[in-house]
């Protein structure tokens, strides 16, 4: 099934030019070999309104996944989840769990992780790490699940 991708990198940092988007490249290259194709990719800050109206623009050109990348930490500028959550129809909590669940084999501040997945319209949602491997890696321990849940969404018939 072909996937229209978005791509959100989320840093004050980066929007502001002090240092090169690494999670945006990173998730394009791994969305990519999933066999999904990028439409659309966006660097905001963090902030709430930015990162709704860039969820919403991916949606608006077809997305029906977008990734985000950063915000999903503890530190108290990272607001990825809020925003998400406040458009929202339904959030779907395995997927954290399974990021989280999974992160942890690798390192003990996973658990620190507020990584989640939700559907907004009829797009899914999925917000990563900010940091490119991070960010990569937990893509990979969900990515079998997103072409059903894309397809459920899309009310596509699905071989799954």
């Not at 991916?58 to 990272?78: E, K, P, W």
């Not at 339904?90 to 996973?110: H, V, Y």
């Amino acid at each position: 099934m072909q996937i229209d991708v978005g791509i959100i990198t989320i840093s004050d940092r980066a929007s502001k030019g002090l240092y090169d988007d690494l999670g945006g490249p990173a998730l394009r290259t791994a969305a990519q070999a999933q066999g999904w194709r990028v439409v659309g990719e966006s660097l905001v800050p963090d902030e709430k309104r930015d990162i709704q109206r860039a969820i919403r623009e991916h949606i608006a050109q077809g997305c029906q996944l977008i990734l985000t990348t950063g915000g999903t930490g503890v530190a108290l500028r990272d607001v990825t989840p809020e925003a998400v959550r406040e458009i929202a129809i339904r959030e779907l909590p395995g997927f954290g769990e399974a990021m989280r669940m999974e992160s942890l084999k690798i390192t003990p501040n996973a658990i620190l992780s507020r990584c989640l997945a939700a559907v907004v319209e009829r797009s899914l949602v999925v917000c990563l790490p900010g940091k490119p491997s991070g960010a990569t890696e937990c893509l990979g321990f969900v990515a079998k699940a997103i072409p059903h849940c894309v397809s459920v969404l899309n009310e596509i018939p699905s071989s799954c």
